[in-house]
């Protein structure tokens, strides 16, 4: 096993999360939360908190690989949805690689200091996607209206969800922690 041997671990073997049908429930879950909720609510803010919660539990309770592919699907959504506006599609691989940037933090950082884990995941994922947004408005969007909503979609609300995203993933840890330990 890996370092994520502490009482996460425990408490998916408690839940047997090892199994591979129980793994599948969980994607499933994750998955109509990554996919619905962004269809019904247009909030950036609840949108981005919601999908890296997601992200955080997907890391922890089912491996950081199945996480990754959940991370690619909220960026597509979010274009089909009219919650990414369609000029800002080159955006999508900076977000992709944002989310994986969160995940990978994650995972390498591990359960133990999940407050540091949250923190850190959080303003690596803001500063990758704000020089990102900030080099395409630049170099690609001369316009300044593009500029202006890449710096609101990318700037500060990329550090609040991720914030928020890894606040309301660690109560749920928390909570299976203590029921199953």
């Known amino acids: 096993m890996n370092k994520h041997t502490g009482s996460i671990a425990r408490a998916s ?3 047997d999360i090892s199994s591979v049908r129980n793994k599948v429930a969980i994607f499933s879950v994750l998955s109509v939360i990554i996919l619905y909720v962004p ?3 247009s909030s950036q803010v609840v949108t981005g908190s919601l999908v890296n919660m997601t992200l955080v539990l997907a890391t922890f309770l089912i491996g950081p ?3 990754l592919l959940l ?4 960026s597509s959504l979010a274009l089909l949805s009219g919650l990414l506006p369609a000029p800002l599609a080159p955006m999508i691989p900076f977000i992709i690689a944002g989310n994986a940037i969160l995940i990978g933090t994650y995972h390498f950082l591990g359960e133990k200091r999940m407050e540091i884990s949250i923190l850190t995941a959080a303003l690596f994922k803001f500063v990758f ?3 990102s947004g900030y080099m395409l408005s630049q170099f690609i969007f001369e316009s300044e209206r593009f500029s202006i909503l890449i710096a609101s979609m990318f700037g500060w609300t990329q550090l609040f969800t991720a914030i928020i995203g890894g606040s309301l993933a660690y ?3 928390t909570a299976l922690k203590r029921r199953y330990h």
């Open 129 to 131: 996607l704000f020089a």
């Open 39 to 41: 269809t019904v609510i």
């Open 171 to 173: 109560i749920i840890l």
């Open 13 to 15: 073997k408690a839940l």
């Open 65 to 67: 690989y199945i996480a």
């Open 71 to 74: 991370g690619v699907m909220p």
